[in-house]
């Protein structure tokens, strides 16, 4: 194994969307992950883990999985609980997904595991937090993007919001800051030789993503009234244009140097520029570059666009972008287990990440466990994914 967090162990108590991604970003990282899967979940297919074929007969493909190894335990039972709670033992990290007061009923909360882990990261990640009114409440990320104000700018001029399908709450604001969170606590502890508890909310992540916007609405630069700013599709210069072949690009070009530019390889008059700075003029404007670019595919717009100082991007689909040169040549997507998916992202120079199996159940299993120091007997009384004893 590879990446900067190599030696680094990760317990994660599997949960949905937030959680998953946390884990898989350490994970590609290089950290140790090992997934504890519930056995309930698993008798009943509602396993996000196992690669079983959902209703339309196609194999399970949990991209989110990626990277780690899976044990299956009952935390109903006394057995379970002890045997999760020696893994948290030889730990550096713990992920745990549920509502407030769960994981202390089940036996194995902050106060617990601390106890016998000092060094322990707790991480928990939520949706609206440990605390207040609506703690113990169940949600989803469209919940908390509309509590937090983030939600309400995503809407075209007249229209309902339009979320961002869940990478601002449940990816962005949950498991992305779940694993910041988690950096910075393990760089803490290099310091102090001390875990703690860090309260993940996704309704807090979220909000913390709209700081740009709250330091414009104080200076006046931003108005309530949506799709008359420049960067919720007010603009003319800073827009999404449909082709001739009803596809789609994008222009950016919010300095005057850049939408000069563009101006002039579109042929259009230089008034366009002038009137950059005014929002009046904007509607004009949109409509008139939305007329040019209605008359060229947007393959056709590439060729003229790509490689220009436009601010220029066709909109790709999610089977195209692995294609187009630019992604291809930085290794953007890569292929494992003939399945393309996004490559592990940041890059570093000096210790590389590496994406392993795709399948969280590995037949490695024991092998991964008794290099955590699992004793056989340890290794014996935990299940795989699919049900049976680690062999």
Known sequence: MAGPLRGIRVVELQGRGPGPFGAMVLADLGAEVLRVARLEDIATGDDESATERNLSGHRRIDLLARGRHVVAIDLKQHDGVQAVLGLI??????????????????????????????????????????TGPYAATPGHDLNYLALSGALDPLR?????????????????????????????????????????????????????LTTMFHGMRAEGLWSDDYGSNVLDLGSPFYNVYETADSRYVTIACGEPKF?????????????????????????????????????????????????????????????????????RSRQTFIGVDGVVQPAPAPRFSRTPTTLRSIDGSTEETSDFLAGWGCSREEINALGRADGRSNP
């Open 89 to 130: 033992d030889r730990a550096d990290v713990l992920i745990e997904p549920f509502r407030p007061g769960v994981a202390e009923r089940l036996g194995i909360g902050p106060e617990v595991c601390l106890e016998r882990n000092p060094r322990l990261v707790y991480t928990r990640i939520t949706g609206w937090g440990q």
């Open 156 to 208: 075209p001029r007249g229209q309902a919001p339009a979320p961002p399908l869940n990478l601002v709450g449940d990816f962005g604001g949950g498991g992305m800051l779940l694993a910041v969170g988690v950096l910075g606590a393990l760089v803490e502890r290099s310091v102090s030789g001390q875990g703690q508890v860090i309260d993940a909310a996704m309704v807090d992540g979220a909000a913390l």
């Open 259 to 327: 939408y000069a530019e563009l101006v002039r390889i579109l042929g259009l008059e230089e008034d366009l520029l002038e009137q950059q700075a005014d929002p009046a003029t904007w509607p004009e404007g949109r409509a008139r570059l939305a007329a040019v670019f209605r008359a060229k595919t947007r393959d056709e717009w590439c060729e003229l666009l790509e490689g220009t100082d436009t601010c220029f991007a066709p909109v790709l689909g999610l089977w195209e972008a692995p294609e187009h040169p630019h992604n």
